[in-house]
């Protein structure tokens, strides 16, 4: 089974008796195209199409971006439906739905409310908090556990990332568990944020950055020894340089990868390439993400198959990458027990 066509119609290779998370999944890239047309209709806000399939070619990548900031322009028609409070909260609720429907058990989605809120001059501490009320409304209607990690876009300033940190710690109470640093890697490198994330551990924010993908692998090594960062997103690059290698192995440092968005963004030539085999068979701690699944159209599922059929992955493996993420998880140990023995009741 080669074709990606093929193994879409197969079952995915999910262990039951392990929970199923999804560690790096940002909320503004996963809002549904049904849902842009009704707030689109409910706001009176003109789109460039007026149906589901009018509506794909701008919302999601057919083929390969031209980069990663080219993928990231995907976001600007989602921004156009964040038009006030209610209507990220849906997003956000929605996102907890969809996690359930991919059987997924825990999720940490993430987002950047100063980005969400940038068209209509949102507030990013009042996106927060929309985002928390919906995500909470959402873990009361559907059998999901979630998290919310608030992103600092590090392409639109320090200053805007001060405001996006400082909403973040006065969310913690509400389902707010870390941090990110996201956006253009390549032009805005992770030294310009050190105070950011000195503030952020001080706070007790969990702390993720995305490096080692626009970035070779320095902006690793980087974001470990001066963010102080706990998991590292996507971290693909890290395969170019054997001591930053050393330097996940040493220090345990999980990657949250996700195969196809690193296709489609040309972070990697192609699946045939991808380098998660080697890191997990190096012994480094992958875990297995969707990323930006509207975007991408695919869900975590997909990810297991592409691992499966196009990376080359054994059961065993497949069965490593869902304990890893488990560990990988921003929980206590009791929410972790809690999950494996609801894995384990059904398995």
Known sequence: MNSLAESATSPAPIARDLPLIDLHRHLDGNVRLTTILDLARAYGIRLPADTVEGLRPYAQIQGVAASVMDFIARFELLKLICVDEDAVARIAEENVEDAAREGIDYIELRCSPAFMGERYGLDPTRVLAAVCRGVQAGMKRYPVQAQIIGIMSRHMGEESCWRELEAAIALMGEGVVGVDLAGDEANFPGTRFVKHFARARAAGLRITVHAGEAAGAWSVRQAIEELGAERIG???????????????????????????????????????????????????????????????????PHEYRVARDRLGLSAAELRTLQANALTAAFIDDATRSALLAKAHSRG
């Open 234 to 300: 996507h971290g693909v690059r890290a395969i170019e340089d054997p001591a930053v290698m050393q330097l996940l192995a040493e220090r345990a440092i999980p990657l949250e990868v996700c195969p196809t968005s690193n296709v489609q963004t040309q972070t990697v030539s192609g699946y045939d390439t991808h380098p998660l085999p080697q890191l997990l068979r190096a012994g480094l701690h992958v875990t297995l993400n969707s990323d930006d699944p509207g975007i991408s159209a695919i869900d975590l």
